[in-house]
């Protein structure tokens, strides 16, 4: 529910729109000038909407072709367009502040991320877990492998296997291979 209307299912982001639209009325696209009694009516007709007349409604707010996607989602994508043609886009700033995101942000783009911290990478660590009173090491060797009693294992839980003879555990909790976040 947006906080500025009473419409069901309706985006909202956490930037703000604050620029003019600079359609025309006539094209079925809302300016800044009709009023909100107006937009409420819009949104609400598109639940009534067949799929067919969504997918043309589509088209007319946004330009494209609607492909294969579902009643739901052309619905919420029409009933965006339509507070953005009412209400306004984003600023030049906004749009140059996303856009410095995605550029520089590595939650957000997937070349600046370093790879992924695994129990892998911890080639020549020594394990050490006691269990029913007995100490056992286990030995990381890199690619996935690990030595216990002289012998290479594919795996943590394999070599957890080997310890306690039961299939349950899960050797890299076992083991304590898990960072202090993951393991909350």
Not at 27 to 56: C, F, H, V, W
Not at 61 to 80: E, N, S
Request: glycine residues 8%; contains cysteine.
């Amino acid at each position: 529910m947006c906080k500025n209307m009473e419409v069901t299912r309706c985006y909202s982001g956490s930037v703000t729109a604050s620029c003019e639209t600079l359609t025309d009325s006539n094209s079925g696209i809302m300016n800044k000038n009709n009023s909100k009694a107006t937009l409420k009516e819009d949104m609400a007709a598109l639940q009534n909407y067949n799929p067919e007349e969504l997918r043309q409604r589509y088209l007319e707010l946004i330009g494209v072709d609607a492909g294969a996607f579902g009643a739901r989602f052309l619905q919420r994508r029409c009933a965006h367009r339509l507070q953005e043609n009412a209400l306004g886009g984003l600023t030049e700033a906004e749009l140059e502040t996303l856009s410095y995101i995605s550029e520089h942000d590595p939650q957000v783009n997937k070349n600046l991320r370093s790879s992924p911290r695994s129990s892998n990478d911890t080639r020549g660590v020594v394990f050490r877990k006691v269990y029913h009173g007995k100490v056992y090491e286990m030995r990381a060797l890199g690619n996935g492998r690990y030595e216990y009693d002289g012998k290479i294992y594919t795996s943590p839980t394999a070599v957890v296997r080997a310890i306690t003879g039961k299939n349950h555990y899960n050797g890299v909790a076992w083991w304590g291979l898990r960072k202090q976040s993951d393991a909350k």
